[in-house]
């Protein structure tokens, strides 16, 4: 091991090398070529924690079918808003995918992305009214208008043949489907991604490189100070901007940077697994990506689904996630990262919030105290045939959810997906969890509007902006010819088409 620190100067720091800082890195480099951008990743491979495809669930999310983000009020009444809003946000995110494909940056769609119909299904009289108040909420809208809502077991089986197999057709069942739905693998599409960016000038990659310190000079500039974990040498990196796109990691690193927008924040960590199925006769039978309702307390990672996968470029069938609890805030964290946490001005928000959330903190036990036999009659609520030999445990991913000081209530659990960035525009941390990747895109055109204030409004960077992203700009709910159009485009870039 050398004594000796390296020190360099970068424009931009990228820390995690997930989804989000292959995003924001490609982004940047395409509006500003002479950057020179320094990424640092713990692990030593790219996409390794929250982008891998064991990790998440793998559904572009567009809202076509998770019913978590149409709540049903105390009155009867769905809204629509956050459903529309993801919606708008992976049209945005299918528009810079077929920019990656048609420059050649990223080759092979195939490999990432496959259309896969997505359904909604539930049984039971009030849960079929509230389906059905949900798609008449949404089908006006066109952004769902080609969703489709049915009650007929027949239209059904032939939708989701294994879901229905073994059912009494006297059942009350419902469905709807988006047949536009998507399947994509977060993790190869990152990797693409830094393969892209470790080609071009002034990137460099680290790995097995781990972040120890941040901390912010007179002149706003920052100061990192980094270890590597296979030799043990040391690096100061100092740059203008850092964006901390770590995962779980993140909040750790948010607390290191000590800066004001930081403070009272805390996370809960949420753990999962899958059940894989393993007979391929089973999964053959099987196309489509079916979202339940969740339990009552469940966060929104767990909303039970039957999931058609493709996995390093094999067809896999998962149900899940069955949530559990862990201490540990990344899937190769440490146990100590929640306690470690734990600071003088998030204790009490943290307190608050878990006052607040008894009935997911119920669900939590219940979900770890669940045996073999209990996971599989779970599962048999969507396959009612489903035989146990056929399905082994999976680990899955690791989430933080958020939580943050709120002056009614003293701290409250979030389970979306936040930017928190300095006044000065020179960090910015996320944190959070669903939706995530497929919104990763709309979320880093809103970390460039705040920290790169100056430069989003000049017409270099418009025009680029809108050679990624057509759309950039416009609202696609409320323009139907627009939002056909570039469906159709995006969709035959992405060979989306069959």
């Not at 050398?2 to 800082?21: E, F, K, P, Y």
């Not at 296979?230 to 901390?244: D, M, N, S």
């Not at 035959?492 to 088409?497: G, H, I, S």
Request: neutral net charge.
């Amino acid at each position: 091991m050398s004594d000796t620190t390296i020190r360099s100067n970068a424009d931009v720091v990228l820390i995690g090398a997930g989804i989000m800082s292959a995003t924001l890195g490609v982004i940047l480099k395409e509006l500003q070529p002479d950057l020179k951008i320094e990424i640092y990743e713990r692990l030593d491979v790219a996409a390794a924690e929250s982008s891998d495809a064991w990790n998440n669930a793998g559904t572009g999310h567009s809202a076509f079918c998770e019913l978590n983000y149409t709540p049903e009020s105390e009155d009867g009444t769905v809204s629509a808003k956050k459903a529309i809003s993801i919606a708008e946000s992976f049209e945005v995110s299918r528009q810079f995918w077929s920019f990656l494909v048609a420059n050649e940056y990223v080759s092979s769609p195939e490999n990432f992305i496959k259309s896969i119909p997505h359904l909604s299904f539930v049984w039971g009289e009030k849960n079929v009214e509230y389906l059905k108040k949900r798609f008449d909420a949404l089908h006006e809208n066109p952004l769902f208008e080609q969703m489709v809502f049915s009650t007929d077991f027949a239209q059904l089986a032939q939708w989701m043949p294994l879901v229905m197999e073994g059912r009494k057709p006297l059942e009350k069942v419902a469905a709807t489907n988006m047949a536009i739905g998507t399947d994509v693998n977060f993790g190869e599409l990152t990797r693409n991604m830094f393969d892209h960016l470790s080609k071009l000038d002034g990137v460099t990659l680290y790995f097995n490189h781990e972040v120890q310190k941040l901390k912010q000079r007179e002149d706003k500039s920052w100061r990192i100070k980094i270890v590597d974990l296979a030799t043990g040498q040391k690096r100061k990196v100092y740059t203008k901007f850092v964006f901390i796109g770590a995962g779980g990691g993140s909040l750790p690193l948010l607390e290191k940077a000590n800066v004001p927008e930081g403070k009272g924040y805390g996370g809960f960590p949420v753990s999962g697994q899958w059940l894989k199925c393993t007979n391929p006769e089973v999964i053959a039978k099987h196309q489509a990506k079916v979202y339940g309702k969740a339990s009552v307390g469940a966060p929104p990672m767990s909303v039970p689904h039957i999931d058609s996968r493709m996995i390093n470029g094999e067809k896999a069938l998962l149900f899940g996630p069955f949530a559990g609890f862990s201490t540990r805030f990344l899937k190769n964290g440490s146990y100590s990262d929640l306690p470690l946490s734990i600071q003088a001005d998030n204790i009490l928000p943290m307190l608050a919030a878990g006052i607040k959330n008894i009935p997911l903190t119920k669900y939590l036990i219940q979900q770890v105290r669940q045996s073999p036999k209990d996971r599989i009659n779970a599962l048999r609520e969507y396959v009612p045939g489903a035989r146990s030999k056929d399905w082994v445990l999976e680990r899955a991913g690791q989430r933080v959810q958020v939580i943050k000081k709120d002056e009614k209530e003293g701290g409250i659990l979030e389970f979306g997906t936040e930017i928190i960035n300095t006044e000065d525009g020179t960090l910015a941390v996320l944190l959070g969890a669903s939706p995530g990747a497929s919104t990763a895109v709309s979320i880093m055109l809103d970390l460039l509007h705040n920290c790169f204030k100056d430069q989003i409004n000049t017409p270099e960077w418009q025009t680029k902006l809108k050679a990624m992203i057509p759309s950039y700009g416009k609202t696609l709910n409320d323009k139907p010819e627009l939002l056909d159009t570039i469906r159709k485009n995006t969709a035959a870039v992405l060979k989306l088409n069959n």
